[in-house]
């Protein structure tokens, strides 16, 4: 018998991705459904002709002690 509580993310933003993250952590069983065919919502990356463009917003500000520790623990603190 599976103990583990299972949950269904709608949105791979960075809401449901963050979501999840915490969910997966708390050990629930975690499945992120994402409609397009990349994640990240308006957060996009684009490669063109060698050129890499940010879409979306193109800060986070780092003024909250959640929004820091949320970078470290999903280990981008060196990106």
Not at 24 to 51: C, H, M, R, Y
Not at 52 to 72: F, H, W, Y
Request: no cysteine; aromatic share 4%.
């Amino acid at each position: 018998m599976n103990d583990k509580q299972s949950v269904i993310v709608i949105g791979g933003g960075i809401a449901g991705l963050t979501a999840g993250f915490k969910l997966k952590k708390a050990g629930w069983d975690v499945k992120v459904l994402e409609a397009n065919s990349q994640i990240g919502g308006p957060i996009q990356t684009v490669l063109s002709e060698g050129f890499l463009a940010e879409l979306g917003p193109n800060t986070i500000l780092e003024t909250s002690p959640k929004v820091t520790q949320l970078v470290t623990e999903v280990g981008l603190d060196d990106q």
